[in-house]
């Protein structure tokens, strides 16, 4: 072997300690990646939860008012021209 060969295998040995290097750090970021995802679904089904939570507190608050409508023969009387004064 001459030292343009010695060289070559050295450059060669280099690069495929890059390439492990990058292969290794795909394989992270894949995973991290999954793991922001998976974390990002469970954050969505929590906000869902929690506003599903919101409305029916909502509902059975207003169900426990009971508020009562003014009745439809009072509304009947309004003057509604006095409105456009």
Not at 14 to 35: P, Q
Not at 76 to 82: A, G, L, R
């Amino acid at each position: 072997m001459g030292p343009q060969s010695l060289k070559l295998k050295e450059i060669i040995q280099e690069k495929w300690v890059d390439i492990n290097d990058l292969s290794l750090n795909l394989e992270r970021s894949k995973w991290i990646i999954k793991y922001l995802e998976q974390r990002n679904k469970q954050l969505e089904d929590q906000k869902t939860i929690m506003e599903l939570q919101d409305i029916r507190e909502n509902w059975q608050a207003a169900k426990r008012r009971k508020v009562k409508l003014t009745p439809p023969e009072q509304e009947i009387n309004v003057d509604h021209e006095s409105w456009l004064e």
